[in-house]
């Protein structure tokens, strides 16, 4: 739960007594696994750099895949965590917005860990291929994925209500997801220059260094961390937006009618006084 009471409006705050609340998405839990996250990209750049031995083939090159994978992987999770949130709220009958926001939230993340993808794979792809960019189908169908869900978030951004907005992203999000098998299984469709999957491979038989394997797996850790790290905070900052667009309106209402009743005059009593004439007798 988030420390902030979203129900209270500066108005609330301004009647209440006392030094104002602090207001954050931040909790002891969340805090708990942000510094986890911090030991662990700790712990992987230690290894990654120091530790872990060099590739036979791919010399040096081969600790940018100790970045590579695991933000692939993450991706490919967030992804799966936004399909299965659209789906719960399409499908639930009590279309809970938090769903939504859960959607929304994960595609937010999975589109910055494909982008670090794409970047560490172009470094990757100069030093073993001699470029940064090959129209391979690996390269080019993850390029389609990122492309994909830039668009989903696009479509989050269009105008109606957030009923409107969270039926029409619920379905897309449902649709994009099919596009993971299509970039995971590239490499054999098409025979591309990309290397086959070392660790995830069907057979079983991870063909690694221990250490090495050792140091994908702190990678994997470290941005898992990460991922639920920004998962809350992303879930609960768009609670907070969604709250405060409901309640625009209401808020300037009452900011319109203070002002109005601050420029208004106040009314004048008038008096009337009777003469009365008459003789003393």
Known sequence: MTTIDPAKTKYDTEREPGPPQRRSTATRGTRIIGIGAIVALGWLIAFGLGFSPADRDQLESVRILYVHVPTIWLAYLAFIV?????????????????????????AEIGVTFVAVTLAVGAMWGRLTWGVFWQWDARLTT??????????????????????????????????????????????????????????????????????????????????????VWLMLHRTRAMAMEDLLEERGLDDALVARRAEAAATTPPPTSTTTSTTTTGSDS
């Open 142 to 227: 993850t390029a389609l994925l990122f492309v994909t869900y830039i668009g989903y978030l696009a479509v989050r951004r269009l105008g109606g209500s957030h009923e409107q907005r969270a039926k029409r992203c619920a379905v897309l999000g449902m649709i994009a997801v099919v596009e993971i098998p299509l970039v995971h299984f590239s490499v054999k469709m098409w025979r591309s220059l990309h290397q086959e999957a070392t660790v995830a491979n069907l057979d079983g038989d991870a063909k690694m260094d221990g250490l090495m394997l050792f140091s994908l797996f702190v990678g994997v850790m470290a941005f898992t961390l990460l991922y």
């Open 82 to 106: 936004t399909a299965v949130s659209s789906a719960m709220y399409l499908f639930s009958k009590k279309k809970s917005l938090g769903w939504d926001r859960a959607a929304g939230a994960s």
